[in-house]
């Protein structure tokens, strides 16, 4: 992939669940800063389905932003390359115009017959999903790993726009972690 190629950052989550923003507000502070011309960054909240046109507009990457629970300490953050195919085999469910989750959104995708060549979560460990007294927004902790997760995402930018890509895509899913590889 070269600078040429298009690339699709999306911030999936709703405002109303706490942490779940945490792909919005991303969205939020990276539109605040100097993007290349090839990436497109975009808050898509809870809206799927337009997620799912979004990546078949014929994007070379698409690098998803969520809250993802792994059983890590809230704030914590992940990298990880992910395999359409495998997700697309998954056990589907009946897809919901209110809410997709971004595994549905994928499959809803495959079963358009879109094709998604390299595909890529920045995830941070939520620490409220919802809020008892009402309150809009994250926690101190997941605000905290905002501006690290900026930097994860302009890394992977860089490294993408710098490489090419393998040809037939990624064979499995695997996380990248920052500290084990200095290039991201």
Known sequence: MNANHRILVAGIGN????????????????????????VDAIDFGIRGYDLAYAIMDGYDATILVDITSKGEPPGTLYLMELNPEEIAKQEQKMPDAHGLDPVQVLRLVHSF???????????????????????????????????EAIEMIKRLIGKLSAESTPPGGIASSRSLVPEADNDL
């Open 15 to 38: 405002i109303f669940f706490g942490d779940d923003a945490f792909g919005v507000e991303v969205m939020a502070a990276l539109n605040r800063t100097d993007l290349p011309e090839n």
């Open 113 to 147: 017959g879109g094709q998604i060549t390299r595909l890529y979560l920045v995830g941070c460990e939520p620490a409220v999903l919802e809020s008892k007294d009402g309150e809009i927004g994250l926690s101190e902790v997941v605000r905290a790993a905002v501006p």
